[in-house]
């Protein structure tokens, strides 16, 4: 179960139990003339089951609310306890709050960088920037390469369902650089354009891993780009 989803189910059950004190509460005051610390004394040990008696003879009116509070209170109560349990017990909820903690923090970033793929290349960039203390945010289709940018402490966008859906995850309304390196052209690309779409003023560094198409990426809005086969002939050639 997602996490927001367990916090919204949590506070509703919350709410309800709240709901049943307050009735409790105001029901045995008005039946029985319980004063209302009375009346939730009362309430409490009947929804929590503790079973100490009556604090005074109960009406038959009162013995109606007090079974009405059993069915309702302590189902709500029982089932609360046992969801807060199994998220424990499961070991999700510290790694639920990591996600969730770690998507505000990237919600809140501003004029950061987002590295498109976290591969060798990808990976060298972020580990230069971590180093300068620059914000950035990584992102790879790698269930793997997500893991190990976990493990290396980078901030990093979690399951996602198409590459548009994750620049925006990342931030890309707000970012300040596209950094692509991934090893599919056709990728470059469709980042290139549609990040220039949702933010015009972004600045795209892309790689390219074939020179036939360094033209493709930048009539698609690449501000610069690295052509590895070219890059590394030209530095092979100097070497000799």
Known sequence: MPLREFLRRFYFNIAFIIFVLGTGTIGYTLIEDYTPFEALYMTVYTITTVGFGELKPLHTEGRILTI??????????GYTLIEIVNLVVNGDL?????????RKTVTALKNHVIIFGIGGVGNEVAKDLQKRNVPF?????????????QKRGFLHVDKFIDNEEALISAGVKDASVLVLTTNKDEINIFLTLAAKDINPKIRVISRVNSVFNEDNIKRAGADEIVSVPRTAGQKIAALI
Do not use: P
């Open 68 to 77: 009405l509070l059993i069915f309702t209170g302590v189902g709500v109560t």
């Open 94 to 102: 510290r790694e639920r709050i990591r996600k969730l903690s770690m």
């Open 137 to 149: 945010v990584v992102v790879d289709h790698s269930s793997e390469a997500t893991a190990q940018a």
